[in-house]
């Protein structure tokens, strides 16, 4: 089945950095594209960035343009965030997600913590 596994969350001082990763397995994850979400605590689900299958379209929310980076590795099966000049509003938890045979599938997400 479908699988999606987040890693490299954690605490970082602002202005720090962090790399975010998604593990994908159980469908061909070269054919789809995939996108980073993030909620914070108390707030709604956003959209943080997505990439296409083939990497040559990205797209990102304008609260992380210039700071994150979306990226992927098909031979791997994996999807990077690269995240700079981190912000406490960056706070949240993050997920990788993908649309795949119609349906949508979610990893279990991972925390990031930015605080001094």
């Known amino acids: 089945q479908v699988q999606l596994v987040e890693s490299g969350g954690g605490l970082v001082q602002p202005g720090g950095s962090l790399r975010l990763s998604c593990a994908a397995s159980g469908y061909a994850f070269s054919s789809y594209g995939m996108s980073w979400y993030r909620q914070g605590r108390g707030k709604e689900r956003e959209l943080v960035a997505s990439i296409s299958a083939t990497g040559l379209s990205r797209n990102y929310a304008d609260s992380v343009k210039g700071r994150f980076t979306i990226s992927r590795d098909n031979v791997r099966n994996m999807g990077y965030l690269q995240m700079n000049s981190l912000k406490p509003e960056d706070t949240a938890v993050y997920y990788c997600?993908?649309?795949?045979?119609?349906?949508?599938?979610w990893g279990q997400g991972t925390q990031v913590t930015v605080s001094s």
């Open positions: 997600a993908t649309v795949a045979r119609g349906r949508d599938y």
